[in-house]
């Protein structure tokens, strides 16, 4: 089942945004929120999600997402686990989680993550790009992308692509997505397989 967006049509009316065409709206609130959620490498809100990972030769687990509220079924190699405990955002053991530093294990586990309730910040940074992307649809897609110059006597007009410009501008700047990386703490492996 798909995520919820992380804002929602009442935030947008709240910030005077024109939500009028409900079809451009939706998918406008559908693919920023998958586009921040990407970029913070973690849902944000809260989900269950059942993910693969490869194990350490330690008794601590890092979970890729957080706040973790509860983890179940988690299985070393197919095998059930049973002697696992959680605190904070990881899974410990009494044991190593790979045995005598041998070949890492395939450890799998189901667990709830992710906040109640999105952060206000990050409900305004939504509206404001489905904003920015319903005024593009509006004013034209692309008219004006990457202007440098213009001259209107023997009309002449100058384009550049620099690697700031945003293709559409609901596109998240690069400063942002490294903002959001750092905030949520995505880890390397992406989280994936959300059940709920």
């Not at 945004?17 to 849902?43: C, F, K, M, Q, Y």
């Not at 988690?74 to 070949?103: F, K, M």
């Not at 906040?115 to 004006?144: H, Q, S, W, Y």
């Not at 501008?169 to 397989?193: D, H, I, M, N, Y």
Request: charge should be negative.
């Amino acid at each position: 089942m798909a995520l919820a967006p992380l804002a929602t049509v009442a935030d947008l009316s709240a910030l005077g945004i024109d939500t009028t065409n409900t079809a451009l709206v939706d998918s406008l609130l559908t693919s920023v929120s998958a586009a921040v959620r990407d970029a913070a490498g973690v849902p944000i809100s809260r989900t269950v999600s059942t993910i693969t990972m490869w194990t350490e030769a330690s008794r601590r687990i890092e979970l890729p997402a957080r706040p973790v509220h509860s983890v179940t079924d988690v299985t070393l190699d197919g095998e059930p686990v049973t002697d696992y405990v959680v605190r904070g955002s990881s899974l410990w053991r009494t044991c190593l989680w790979q045995a005598h530093n041998a070949i890492p294990g395939e450890l799998t586990l189901t667990f709830d993550h992710g906040l109640d309730e999105v952060p206000a910040d990050i409900v305004k940074m939504v509206c404001t790009f489905v904003a920015a992307g319903l005024n593009e649809v509006r004013e034209g897609i692309g008219e004006g992308r990457g202007l440098s110059s213009e001259r209107i006597d023997d009309y002449q007009a100058s384009f550049t692509r620099g690697d700031d410009e945003l293709v559409d501008k609901t596109e998240l700047p690069e400063r942002t997505r490294r903002r959001l990386r750092q905030r949520f703490g995505g880890a390397s492996a992406t989280v994936l397989g959300t059940t709920r």
